[in-house]
């Protein structure tokens, strides 16, 4: 098995150091199709053998399901990767029968809970690390808070707790050294500038608001974040996979001026030779405030076929066209200046 080296970057002001490329742990708990146990948990183990040294998982991804298989595997492991999970949302048991699923397809008996409160908070940490099994979460990030889940109306009370309690409960276990860095994983950045409101955070996990294809998160959220120190680590690469050949945009079926957008930053990447997902991967690690970048594999085979992008050399040239197309947002960092 061929060991990578992979860059590490420091993620905010902490002693973590996160691999560039990391394990995203959604897919693999099953969501849209199943994924066998043994599958998932094969491909943990393959990520820490070719040296990716950041997982992810959260409660959320298949009601407790990811939680457990990226225990199992992390438990064996001779060397313990830095492990992020997520607050937010407490699992309550539920007969099978009357449980939401949502896109889940295999997932453990229980309904969610929203809960951002200080109690909320020291609770869901505790169930993590039980069905973890494990005795430490390195990063702790509040899940889906904002106006994207929850509605403008319906996140107000949700805030409410964060701001009133919850907060002070992250800081409360950073300060103390029980978790490393703390942080939101959401897929809106608006709701991070508030954020910022509350305090001081180490590190955001955003999905899909800084790729290849969308750069909306540019400013103010990411030149804050270097300003503040925070780190980001950029989820959903690919989009929900319209980067990869998929149809999906956003988790749902990609408009048609998204689609052109793809086929024209496409026909750049083959003026290069590069594949098209090659570029999606790599992308954000052009901007300095991106630590790493979590793509969701659901099998050691979708593991390889992701190094293989990581491992694609890009010219510089192919950025400076995107950005001469107008295919990359003004202000984009690319090597050698600004798009």
């Not at 053998?49 to 298949?62: L, W």
């Not at 978790?179 to 608006?190: C, P, S, T």
């Not at 991070?192 to 955070?201: H, I, K, P, R, T």
């Amino acid at each position: 098995m061929t060991t990578h080296t992979f860059e590490k970057r420091r993620i905010g002001e902490t002693e973590l150091e996160v691999t560039t490329l990391g394990l995203g742990c959604a897919s693999l708990a099953g969501i849209f199709t199943g994924v066998p146990a043994e599958q998932a948990r094969a491909t943990v183990r393959h990520a820490l053998d070719v040296g990716i040294n950041y997982v992810d998982t959260a409660p959320q991804y298949g009601l407790g399901r990811s939680e457990h298989l990226v225990g199992d595997a992390l438990r064996e492991a001779p060397v313990r990767p830095i492990l992020s999970s997520k607050v937010g949302r407490l699992l309550r048991p539920v007969d099978p029968a009357r449980q939401d699923k949502g896109n889940w397809i295999d997932p453990l008996p229980f309904d969610q809970q929203y809960d951002y409160s200080y109690d909320g908070v020291m609770r869901s940490f505790e169930d993590s690390r039980q069905r973890l099994g494990l005795e430490k979460i390195d990063i702790l990030y509040v899940h889906d808070i904002g106006a994207g889940t929850h509605g403008v109306e319906g996140n107000k009370p949700l805030w409410a707790q964060l701001a009133g309690g919850g907060y002070r409960a992250l800081r409360e276990l950073r300060d103390g050294g029980v978790v490393k860095a703390i942080g939101l994983g959401v897929n809106e950045w608006q709701v991070l500038m508030d954020a910022f409101a509350l305090g001081d955070w180490d590190v955001f996990l955003l999905a899909g608001r800084y790729t290849l294809l969308e750069q909306t998160s540019l400013t103010p959220f990411m030149t804050t974040c270097i300003e503040r120190k925070a780190s980001v680590v950029v989820g959903g690469p690919f989009n929900s996979g319209i980067l990869v050949g998929g149809d999906k945009f956003n988790y749902a079926k990609a408009p048609d001026e998204i689609v052109a957008k793809v086929r024209a930053i496409e026909a750049v990447c083959r003026e290069f030779g590069v594949p098209l997902p090659a570029a999606a991967l790599q992308f954000p690690l052009t901007h300095p405030a991106v630590c790493n970048v979590l793509p969701g594999p659901r099998s050691p085979e979708e593991l390889d076929g992701i190094l293989a992008w990581w491992d694609a050399k890009i010219p510089d040239e192919l950025w400076t066209t995107l950005a001469a197309k107008g295919l990359l947002a003004e202000g984009t960092p690319i090597p050698g200046g600004t798009a």
